[in-house]
């Protein structure tokens, strides 16, 4: 049987060695070297763009899980990355070029791949696996626009998310303004030298350098908050930080100012720093917002981020393995999932081949156990959310453990062993 993928970044090579494995005959079309996106710099497959870390190795972390789930699962990205690791601590980082060589090595001498390079324009009908990243060409944009109607989505900034269990209640409180509804947001108030203070902090952080390719217009819509700063010292107060209609229990008074934090996911373990979107660096983002009252201690499942981002509005598309609904085996893969990092978009080229291989085969759909890592990012990008925006892997998207933990490590490292057994199990 025959299977395509568009695209040879990690998330599409993790798709093709998924079929392959599986005995599919696959062609991957990957447009290097005859046409490069503005962030492409070799020719090879899988190229590693912005960062050479894949982040935490320890199991016990957020993106060790996820890593420890794609081992389980077979995954070529982590095989390669073991073989070219570099020191980086407590990081898994590699050597970008050996990196690239191990992965385009493997691929093209596998007997069941052929490698094209074509660009790819048209949507494809049946059996495909479409992982052309977050710089795909503007003629496969313009397919998959065609097809999927206007659902391609495009931000320049993103907000902090953080964990509800980080934030110091005994200064933030819940409350809508002027008590209308549910109290559904998280509000930290500030005094008239708490504001001066961060605002200071907040106009002289270190902010990221753009590249060429992400140098683009900010939109009102989403300015980052830094910018909307420097138009003034009460720039912010009358906009995310604006206190009207709230009272500070602590005082019974209205604060000088507020930052409002609103539920990120059902479970309410993540909330999103609302009207924070940001290109400081992630440095700078821990120590400034760190001077808000309430998130001294905050642990951020996301950072603000700041670049040039397309993606599906997946809800609505997708389901959980990936696959575009209502067709004919159509999956995607990669960043435009709505995943977030190198990892979280090898690990849905896994899922999605993996699918693709036992729908042909007239097998049962893969089973991801509820508690591993794998299953909430499937779940992040196929459950309703008018506000849906990309997520990497972080802990607040699993469900608790039946026990209490106090320790955060140890909490984390038996979250972590309760998700590989259980994916252990189902692989049986």
């Known amino acids: ?14 798709a093709a060695w998924a079929l392959a494995h599986r005995g599919f005959d696959v062609r991957l079309y990957e447009m290097k070297p005859k046409k490069r996106t503005p962030a492409h710099r070799c020719d090879g497959l899988a190229e590693l763009v912005c960062s ?26 982590l095989e390669a990355a073991d073989r070219t690791s570099v020191p980086a601590g407590g990081a898994l980082a590699v050597n970008r070029q050996q990196f690239s060589d191990y992965i385009t090595e493997k691929i093209s001498s596998h007997p069941n791949i052929t490698v094209v390079s074509e660009e790819i324009t048209a949507f494809p009908e049946k059996n495909t696996v479409i992982a052309t990243g977050p710089l795909t060409s503007d003629g496969m944009a313009a397919a998959i626009k065609e097809k999927c109607g206007d659902t391609l989505s495009f931000y ?3 907000a902090p998310i953080v964990t509800f269990e980080s934030i110091n209640m005994s200064r933030a409180f819940f409350a809508t303004r002027y008590d209308k509804g549910d109290a559904d947001y998280i509000n930290c108030p500030m005094n008239k030298e708490e504001y001066r203070r961060f605002y200071e902090a907040l106009v002289t952080a270190e902010t990221v350098p753009l590249k060429e390719f992400e140098d683009l217009t900010v939109y009102e819509g989403c300015m980052p908050v830094e910018v909307l700063a420097k138009r003034g010292a009460e720039s912010v107060r009358y906009g995310c ?20 934090l609103r539920k990120e996911n059902a479970e309410g373990t993540l909330y999103n720093i609302v009207g924070f979107q940001t290109n400081l660096k992630f440095p700078e983002q821990k120590r400034v917002f760190g001077l808000i009252p309430g998130l001294e201690n905050a642990e951020f499942a996301r950072y603000g981020v700041m670049h040039r981002n397309t993606f599906l509005n997946s809800p609505l598309l997708l389901d959980n393995r990936f696959m575009l609904k209502g067709s004919d085996n159509l999956f995607f893969a990669g960043q435009m999932t709505g995943v977030e990092g190198y990892t979280e978009s090898a690990m849905s080229g896994i899922i999605a081949g993996i699918s693709l291989a036992k729908r042909l085969l007239g097998e049962e759909e893969l089973a991801l156990p509820e508690t591993t890592m794998c299953h ?15 997520m990497g ?3 607040g998207m699993l469900p608790p453990l039946d026990v209490v933990i106090r320790n955060k490590q140890e909490r984390y490292e038996a979250i972590a062993q309760r998700g590989l057994n259980d994916l252990k199990a189902a692989l049986k």
């Open 241 to 260: 930080m604006k206190p009207v209609g709230l009272t500070d229990p602590n005082t019974g008074h209205r604060p000088w100012a507020a930052v409002q």
């Open 393 to 395: 892997a972080n802990m």
């Open 156 to 158: 320049d900034a993103a």
């Open 376 to 390: 909430a990012l499937c779940r992040h990008v196929s459950t309703e959310n008018k506000d849906f925006q990309p």
């Open 1 to 14: 049987m025959n299977a395509d993928v568009i695209g040879g970044g990690l998330a599409g090579c993790e």
């Open 52 to 77: 050479n870390s894949l982040k935490a190795a320890r199991v016990g972390s957020a993106a060790g899980m996820l890593k420890a789930e794609m081992r389980l699962l077979g995954s070529l990205i």
